[in-house]
């Protein structure tokens, strides 16, 4: 990926330079989150290892055993040991979860999303509640080459880009509203035109910096501009559905559902999913996402 000229000056006056090297504060995955990741994507790992790894961080083991007993997960009773909890929940499963627990941590270090008119905490609901879906929707769809594991953490980390950008659009917001009210562009294009790059892009950046996997990138790049997503096709248009389903299941802002020149619909037509079903489907969301009310208000 091309990363924009650190000299340009954005639209609004800001060198794109500041813009990123606001990114660089943005902390990296906690190294025990990526450790675990790294590990388990060895095809001859231990449970042994992994336990022992979870057991160094004992928030992580905490947070570990309450997303296993909590209504998400519909078990009949209450798993109490870190063992316990990996034999339930499966490796896949507990990746998601350790993932989600150390996005946690660089949410909680955040303020309040001004720029983009979300609370502190909204930000964080939204990115589970996409990941949620996602990975739903991919069990669902059982789209050939698509792991919802993968699936659930492109969703998850889709929107990291606000994290650095949210106070260089509250500075410019008069500039991009502007552009948005008057002259009827996107939010993402109004972004690009005022401050010289957008979250997606940003994000992407991050991704990289991260060391996250080439499918991931691209799903957070083109969460807005699916049909323009030059590899893993179903992939980037399952996450900007999801986001999209997330919006409209209210864990977001309606404005967001403008971000994108596509609707719900056209996106599930182009999924070989019926239109007509969009009603459905969202009120399926909503229900989806009853159980997880306890990992959606994890945030502090």
Request: net charge negative; with cysteine.
């Amino acid at each position: 990926m091309l990363e924009p000229d650190k000299r340009l000056l954005s639209g609004g006056g800001i060198v794109i330079s500041d813009i990123l090297d606001k990114s660089e504060t943005i902390p990296a995955a906690p190294g025990l989150v990526g450790r675990i990741l790294a590990l388990t994507a060895e095809p001859d790992f231990s449970m042994e290892q992994l336990v022992r790894l979870i057991r160094m961080d004992p928030a992580l083991t905490a947070y570990v055993l309450r997303m296993c007993n909590s209504p998400y997960y519909g078990l009949r009773y209450k798993v109490a040991s870190l063992d316990h909890a990996i034999a339930v929940l499966g490796v896949n499963a507990l990746v998601d979860v350790v993932l989600s627990s150390g996005l946690l941590k660089v949410f909680n270090n955040s303020t309040a999303q001004d720029g983009y008119m979300l609370a502190k905490g909204q930000l964080w609901r939204h990115s589970v509640a996409t990941a949620l879906i996602a990975q739903k929707l991919a069990g669902n769809l059982k789209i050939k080459g698509i792991n919802p594991s993968v699936t659930f953490t492109a969703a998850l980390l889709h929107d990291t880009g606000k994290l650095a950008l949210n106070q260089f659009v509250s500075q410019s917001l008069y500039d991009i509203e502007s552009l948005i009210y008057e002259h009827h562009c996107t939010p993402v294009e109004a972004e690009k035109i005022v401050l010289g790059i957008d979250h997606a892009n940003l994000g992407g950046l991050i991704m990289e910096k991260w060391a996250f996997p080439e499918e991931i990138v691209i799903s957070v790049i083109y969460h807005h501009d699916p049909l323009l997503s030059p590899a893993y096709p179903d992939l980037v248009k399952l996450v900007a559905l999801s986001n999209m389903l997330a919006v409209s299941a209210e864990y977001g802002k309606e404005q967001s559902l403008n971000l994108t020149p596509l609707t719900i619909a056209q996106l599930m037509g182009d999924m070989n999913m019926n239109p007509e079903d969009e009603d459905n489907l969202i009120l399926e969301v909503i229900n989806w996402l009853k159980p997880a009310t306890d990992m959606l208000s994890m945030f502090n």
